[in-house]
C-alpha cells in the first residue's frame, strides 16, 4: 500500500551556503556533553557521579519516571563535571573523552528472531530508546504503548538540510535491522517517505510501506506525513524516529555496541566551505566549527535555522541534530527597513517586497526579526505555508487562552512544534508559534496525559 | 557618533521607565530594530505590521490626492465659478480644507494611542497609521474638526483600547468613528448641504435673510433615496466627478487601489470579490422586483430599487468600503471560508439598506460594522466544520 504525497501549500526557504558533499573527519573533541533538556519533558536521575569513568554505552542517567530508560553516554570516559542550575536542576554532563574508545557490549541480536518486548527491553536498556519520539505531544515514546504506525521521513526539505540520501549512503544494513526490529513494536506499518526522485538507501527495505513526496518545505516534516498518511486521532499513537538515528539502532543490533558518530552537515552563509563532517552526538562545537567561519557576529545552530537550538562555540551537538547551521547575526538597525523596497529577504507577500520576483534566488537572512512582537492582526498567510487539514491561527489562540477542550478539537494531538516553524517565520507579527505550540503540547500532556 | 548610536543609547536609558512606548514609536519608524530571534526559528520574513498597515495607507493616498482636487471642483462649480478639475485652484482649495482633517485625525488619534501604550505599558501598535488616513477621507469635507476630535477619541477608546487595542477589536474603528459622528451629529453627515464645501454656511446665510441662491450639493444617493433626477453620467460616477465624502468618491481609483492590495496580498481578494458579488446579486433582485412589476412607480423604495444593478457598485461609498473597510483583517471573518460567505452578505446587506433606508441611503457603513459582529459566528462554524471532520475521521475508525 504505497501513497504518493505532494503538498502545495508550504515555502522553501533558499539560503546560501549549503554543505557540498564531501565528508571529512571533524577534529576529535575532547569533551562531549549529554544536555537533559534535549529530551522533553524527561526528569533526569543521574546514575554516575563526577569522577566516574563510563564506556560508550553506557548509562549516565535514567528517567524518573521510567527507570528502565536509560540515557548513555556517547564515548568512553571520565564525567568531569555536572552542571546544575536553579532547584539543582541537571543542566549538562560533561564527559572528557579517552583515547581509545571502549564500548560496552549489548549482544549482538537477530532482529527478525526477536519478541516485541525484547526489542523494547533491549533499546532501553542499551540507550536508544530516547531516539523513538510519539505523538501526541511530540516527546520520547512511552514504551508501554504500542503505536498504530511508525514513520520515518527520509526526505530533509528543511533549509539547508543535510542529505539523507547522501549520509545514509552505504548504512542499508543498519537501517533494515533497525526498521525490522521496529516493525515488530506496530500493531501497523513503518512508513518510511523518500524524496520523489531521490534514490534513497530507504527506498529499498523490505517492510515497510514506502511514499514517494514532492513539494515545498514542510513536505520532508514527518508531522505533514502523518497528517496525509493517517493522521493521529484522539486516543491514537504514533511513533517516529529520524533516519540518522535508525542507523545507530541498527548497528547495536548488528554489533552490539553503542555508536554515537554520524555525519553532519555544517552548513550556512558564514560558514567558509560548507561540507559535511563525521563527528559524535555531544561534540563541542568548537571542534566543528573552529577556524571554519567567516566574520564573528554569527549565530551557531544545532539543526537547521528553523527549529534548530542556539549554540556557543563552548556549547555541544545536539541530540537529536544533524546539522549545525551558521548565520549572521541581525542585532542591527535598519534605516527605514519597514517601508523601503525589499530585494535581500524572503517574504510571501509582495508588499515592495520581491522575492516572489526570484524564485532561485539563494538568501543570505540573518537573525533579525525584520519588526516587533506584535497581536496577531493579519490573517490567511499562515495557511498558505501549512499543508495540515488544521486552523493554524485558532490552534494557537486557543494554546494561548488555555482551552484544553478547544486545542483537542483543532487538532492539538497531531501537531509538534516544528510544524508550526512556518507560520512563524512568515508571521507579520511576530509570535513565537513554536513556543506557544510547546507549551500548549506540556500542558495538555499535563492535564490529560 | 551617528544618529543611528545616539537613538539606541536612548533607547538604552529608558528601559523600565514609562516614556519609553513613546520614544520606540518613533525610533522605530526611522529604524527596524535590532532585535534578533530568540525562541523557536531563527530567521523571519520580511514582512512586518509596519510595512503591511503602510502598503494601505499608501493605496490610499492617490484617493486622498483626488479628494483635493475633487473638494475645489465641487466647490467652485456650486459657486457658479467653475474651473477644471485638474487645476491647482481646484488642489489648492481641497488641500487647505483637507489638511487640518488629517492632522486632527492623526494627532488626536496617536494621541490617545500613545497615551495608552504608556499606561498599559505596551508598544504602540501600528493600527491607527491607516484608521487615521481612512478617517478624513469618509467624512464630509465641512465636518468641525472639534467634531472629528470627539468621535476619533470615542473610536478609539471605545472601539478598540477597551477590548485590548490592535488585534482585539470586535468593530473596524474607522466605521466607529463615522457612525459615532452619523449618530451624533446627523445633520453634519447627512442630506444636501454638507457634501460640498461652503453649501452650509451658504444655507445659514440665506436663512439669516441674504439674498443668495441657495446651493444644492446633494450625493447621487441623496438624490436617489428621494426620487430625484440627478445629473451626472455613468463615466462622472466610475472617475469621482461627483460630490460625497472626501475620499470615496473615485471608483476609479479605488479598483486601482484594489488591485493593489491584492497583487501585494495585503488586502484579502475573496472579500473583495463576493461583496461585490452579493451586491450584484442584490441589487439584480431589486431590478427584478421592479420588472416584474410588483412594485409602484410612486413607491419611495422605487427610484433606489430600478437603479441598475451595477450602478451601485459605482455610487456611494460601496467600492470604497469594500476595498479600505471591509478587508480589515482583524474585524472580518479570519477563516478564508468564513471571508467568502462575510464579504457576500456585506454587499447584500449594502445594498438592501440602501435601497430600504431613505433616511441614510448609505448602507455599507452600517453593513459592514453589523458584519463585524457576525464575524466570529461565521468562523465559528467554519471552524467547527473542521472539528466535525475531526471527529468524524476517529467515528469511522472506531466503527
Known amino acids: 500500500m504505497s501513497q504518493d504525497i505532494r503538498i502545495k501549500k508550504g515555502l522553501d526557504i533558499k539560503l546560501k551556503g549549503e554543505a557540498e558533499k564531501v565528508t571529512e573527519q571533524a577534529l576529535a573533541s575532547n569533551m562531549y556533553t549529554i544536555k537533559p533538556e534535549d529530551f522533553h519533558s524527561i526528569i533526569p536521575k543521574l546514575s554516575i557521579k563526577i569522577g566516574a569513568k563510563v564506556k560508550a554505552g553506557e548509562a549516565v542517567f535514567y528517567n524518573k519516571a521510567n527507570e528502565n530508560m536509560k540515557f548513555p553516554s556517547p564515548v568512553s570516559g571520565e564525567v568531569v563535571d555536572i552542571i546544575r542550575g536553579e532547584k539543582r536542576k541537571i543542566l549538562a554532563i560533561k564527559i572528557s573523552a579517552d583515547k581509545d574508545q571502549q564500548f560496552v557490549d549489548f549482544g549482538k541480536k537477530d532482529p527478525k528472531a526477536m519478541k516485541a518486548d525484547e526489542i523494547k527491553s533491549h533499546l532501553l536498556a542499551a540507550g536508544c530508546w530516547p531516539f523513538i519520539k510519539q505523538r501526541p505531544y511530540d516527546v520520547i515514546a512511552k514504551p508501554s504503548n504500542t503505536p498504530k504506525a511508525i514513520f520515518i521521513s527520509g526526505y530533509a526539505s528543511a533549509p539547508l538540510a543535510a542529505d539523507y540520501n547522501y549520509v545514509l549512503a552505504g548504512k542499508e544494513k543498519e537501517l533494515q535491522a533497525a526498521v525490522t526490529a521496529l516493525s515488530k513494536l506496530t500493531s501497523g506499518s513503518v512508513h518510511v517517505s523518500v524524496g520523489k526522485n531521490d534514490n534513497s538507501p530507504l527506498a529499498g527495505l523490505d517492510n515497510i510501506s514506502l511514499h514517494k513526496v514532492s513539494g515545498p518545505h514542510p513536505s520532508g516534516n514527518v508531522g505533514t506525513q502523518i497528517a496525509k498518511i493517517d493522521p493521529v486521532n484522539k486516543s491514537e499513537v504514533v511513533w517516529t524516529i529520524n533516519p540518522q538515528d535508525l542507523v545507530i539502532i541498527g548497528e547495536l543490533l548488528l554489533t552490539g555496541m553503542f555508536n554515537a558518530e554520524r555525519i553532519i552537515a555544517l552548513a550556512g552563509s558564514s560558514v567558509a566551505t560548507p561540507k559535511y563532517y563525521t563527528t559524535k552526538i555531544g561534540a563541542t562545537i568548537a571542534s566543528l566549527v573552529d577556524g571554519k567561519l567567516q566574520g564573528d557576529n554569527n549565530r551557531i545552530i544545532s539543526g537547521n535555522v528553523l527549529t534548530g537550538t542556539a549554540k556557543s562555540l563552548k556549547g555541544s551537538l545536539g541530540y537529536y541534530d544533524n546539522m549545525v547551521t551558521v548565520i549572521p547575526e541581525g542585532n542591527d538597525y535598519e534605516m527605514f527597513g519597514w517601508n523601503l523596497p525589499v530585494f535581500n529577504k524572503i517574504s510571501t507577500s509582495r508588499a515592495l517586497t520581491f522575492s516572489w520576483l526570484f524564485p532561485n534566488k539563494k538568501y543570505d537572512l540573518n537573525t533579525n526579526t525584520n519588526g516587533e512582537h506584535r497581536a496577531f492582526v493579519v490573517t490567511g498567510n499562515y495557511e498558505e505555508v501549512f499543508p495540515l487539514d488544521i486552523y493554524p491561527m485558532q490552534l494557537l489562540k486557543a494554546c494561548k487562552y488555555k482551552d484544553l477542550d478547544e486545542m483537542e478539537q483543532l487538532g492539538m494531538y497531531e501537531v509538534a512544534p516544528e510544524d508550526f516553524a512556518l507560520t512563524e517565520f512568515v508571521c507579520v507579527s511576530k509570535q513565537p508559534h513554536q513556543e506557544i505550540i510547546r507549551k500548549g503540547l506540556d500542558l495538555m500532556l499535563k492535564e490529560i496525559g | ?399
Open chain 2, 1 to 399: 557618533m551617528g544618529l543611528k548610536e545616539n537613538l539606541h543609547n536612548i533607547k538604552e536609558k529608558g528601559k523600565g521607565k514609562k516614556w519609553l512606548p513613546a520614544y520606540s514609536a518613533l525610533h522605530t519608524f526611522l529604524y527596524t530594530p535590532n532585535e534578533t530571534t530568540h525562541s523557536g526559528g531563527h530567521v523571519r520574513a520580511a514582512d512586518d505590521l509596519k510595512r503591511t498597515m503602510t502598503m494601505v495607507v499608501l493605496a490610499l493616498i492617490p484617493c486622498l490626492i483626488f479628494g483635493m482636487f475633487n473638494t475645489g471642483f465641487q466647490h467652485f462649480k456650486a459657486f457658479g465659478a467653475p474651473v477644471e478639475f485638474l487645476s491647482m485652484d481646484a488642489f489648492w482649495f481641497g488641500f487647505l480644507k483637507i489638511l487640518p482633517l488629517i492632522i486632527v485625525s492623526y494627532v488626536v488619534g496617536l494621541g490617545v494611542e500613545v497615551l495608552f501604550a504608556v499606561i498599559k505599558g505596551h508598544e504602540v501598535e501600528e493600527g491607527y497609521f491607516v484608521t487615521g488616513m481612512l478617517v478624513p477621507l469618509i467624512v464630509p469635507v465641512d465636518i468641525p474638526l472639534w467634531m472629528l476630535a470627539v468621535a476619533v477619541i470615542f473610536g478609539v477608546v471605545i472601539g478598540k483600547e477597551v477590548f485590548g487595542g490592535t488585534g482585539m477589536n470586535i468593530l473596524n474603528p474607522a466605521l466607529v468613528i463615522r457612525a459615532f459622528l452619523f449618530f451624533a451629529y446627523p445633520t453634519w453627515m447627512s442630506g444636501d448641504k454638507v457634501w460640498v464645501e461652503g453649501a452650509t454656511e451658504r444655507a445659514k446665510e440665506i436663512a439669516a435673510g441674504a439674498n443668495l441662491d441657495a446651493i444644492s450639493g446633494e450625493t447621487i444617493l441623496g438624490s436617489l433615496a428621494q426620487g430625484k433626477e440627478f445629473a451626472y453620467t455613468v463615466s462622472d460616477m466610475f472617475f469621482g466627478y461627483i460630490p460625497g465624502s472626501v475620499g470615496e468618491t473615485s471608483t476609479f481609483l479605488i479598483l486601482l487601489a484594489g488591485i493593489f492590495l491584492v497583487a501585494t496580498k495585503i488586502g484579502s481578494w475573496r472579500i473583495m470579490l463576493s461583496s461585490v458579488v452579493g451586491a450584484l446579486v442584490m441589487g439584480l433582485i431589486f431590478n427584478g422586483v421592479v420588472n416584474a412589476g410588483w412594485i409602484a412607480e410612486g413607491s419611495k423604495f422605487y427610484s433606489l430599487m430600478s437603479t441598475e444593478f451595477w450602478h451601485h457598485l459605482l455610487i456611494g461609498g460601496f467600492a470604497f468600503g469594500v476595498v479600505f473597510m471591509a478587508t480589515d483583517p482583524v474585524t472580518a471573518s479570519q477563516t478564508n471560508k468564513g471571508k467568502w460567505i462575510y464579504g457576500f452578505l456585506i454587499g447584500f446587506i449594502s445594498i438592501l439598506i440602501r435601497v430600504f433606508n431613505p433616511a441614510y441611503p448609505e448602507g455599507v457603513m452600517l453593513a459592514i460594522l453589523l458584519m463585524n459582529v457576525f464575524a466570529p459566528t461565521i468562523d465559528h462554524y467554519v471552524v467547527q466544520g473542521n472539528v466535525k471532520r475531526r471527529l468524524k475521521r476517529l467515528k469511522v475508525k472506531t466503527a
